[in-house]
């Protein structure tokens, strides 16, 4: 549910695993192209998607007989959207959150708003979450990600209908852990973008990522995840790529900041969901609610909301008291 770039190419993915796909869109011409041509110009030029991917937008039609239906639009719409979709939804179906971020307002994960508007149980909601740039996954090159439900059993049913060739699938029960590291590494890959964009180099760099997954972890901890979770593939590893990648709309908009440009002009610059950026808000006030410091997303909040130069932002990270490492971990 979502023709966007992920959601067309976990379609792609699902249809490389053996399964029978359809994909809802909201746009008449991106679901025709979808259908004619095979390929999703406005969010993956160049790729081609397989003849079985059929996209359709109807929701009722691609709900209608599902045995897992994957959520991929842009966190801060899943509410509005998926109320319009539940009296279509497969009574057993296997609810899937593809997205990375917290909600505005609310300060729920995605699982707990689809939970929360579907009304079904935790063990019908899963979680799809690694370090996987659409274009690199639509392009056939090796990855993995995580399949996370509190049911074991569940997990494996994702993990059996999403394996392929080219793309490896772990199992977690740790739901909490593996949402916490998608949605929090955005923030972590806007900060780095700015020291990127501002002309820093990779030292500067290893030291957000790394004391941004310090703080995902903490913030982790205090929600009850498993720290093990943030040195897997849902944590470090989507940290890493994110944090490295050139694709990262996060990063990118990061950068566009650190080079000099406006908020008003970074916005208007970013076509696709960077979903850190309003996630950023909701993951301070997790925080406060909880005691954790997250002094590298108060930074981006300050940044982004709070008019802070910055340079004053820069300057109040590194001029922090001083810490043992493991300080509140
Ligand atoms: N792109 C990636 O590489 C990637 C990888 C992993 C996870 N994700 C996550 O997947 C989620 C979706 O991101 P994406 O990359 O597909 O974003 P995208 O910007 O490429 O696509 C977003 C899609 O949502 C649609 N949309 C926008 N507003 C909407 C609304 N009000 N109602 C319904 N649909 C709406 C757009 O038309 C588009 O089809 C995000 O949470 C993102 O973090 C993305
Ligand atoms: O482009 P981004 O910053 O939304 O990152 C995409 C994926 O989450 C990387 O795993």
Redesign the pocket.
């Known amino acids: 549910?979502?023709?966007?770039?992920?959601?067309?190419?976990?379609a792609k993915l699902l249809h490389d695993a053996g399964g029978e796909v359809t994909l809802w869109?909201?746009?008449a011409e991106?679901v025709e192209a979808i259908n004619t041509r095979h390929e999703n110009p406005?969010?993956l030029p160049g790729i081609e998607l397989p003849a079985g991917v059929r996209a359709t937008l109807d929701p009722a039609e691609a709900l209608a007989g599902a045995d897992f239906v994957a959520l991929?639009?842009?966190?801060?719409?899943l509410r509005?959207?998926l109320t319009q979709w539940v009296p279509a939804l497969p009574p057993e179906a296997v609810l899937i959150?593809?997205?990375?971020?917290v909600e505005l307002g609310t300060t729920r994960r995605?699982s707990e708003v689809i939970r929360e508007v579907a009304d079904v149980p935790e063990e019908r909601v899963a979680v799809?979450?690694?370090p996987?740039?659409?274009?690199?996954?639509g392009t056939g090159q090796p990855c993995a990600s995580v399949a996370a439900c509190v049911d074991e059993d569940v997990a494996q049913r994702l993990q059996a209908a999403s394996m392929t060739p080219y793309f490896r699938v772990y199992t977690s029960t740790d739901v909490i852990g593996c949402e916490l590291g998608?949605?929090v590494k955005?923030i972590v890959a806007l900060c780095v973008g700015v020291v990127v964009g501002l002309g820093f180099g990779d030292s500067t760099r290893a030291l957000i990522m790394t004391r941004g997954l310090a703080e995902i972890s903490r913030l982790g901890a205090a929600l009850g995840a498993d720290e093990h979770t943030f040195a897997g593939l849902a944590g470090m590893g989507?940290l890493i790529a994110t944090c490295s990648s050139p694709?990262?709309?996060?990063r990118t908009f990061g950068e566009n900041l650190g080079r000099g440009m406006t908020l008003e002009q970074v916005i208007a610059a970013t076509?696709?969901?960077?979903?850190g950026v309003k996630s950023s808000e909701p993951v301070l006030e997790l925080a406060r609610k909880h005691n954790v410091e997250m002094p590298i997303t108060e930074a981006v909040v300050n940044v982004l909301y709070r008019g802070m130069p910055i340079k004053d932002a820069a300057i109040s990270l590194i001029s922090r008291s001083p810490k043992p490492e493991r300080y509140g971990v």
Request: hydrophobic share 35%; aromatic share 10%; net charge positive.
């Open positions: 549910m979502g023709s966007g770039s992920f959601g067309t190419v976990f869109g909201r746009r991106v406005d969010y991929a639009v842009p966190a801060q719409t509005e959207n959150s593809l997205m990375k971020g995605m799809f979450t690694g996987n740039f659409a274009r690199e996954m998608g949605a955005n989507d694709l990262s709309r996060n076509k696709q969901t960077a979903e």
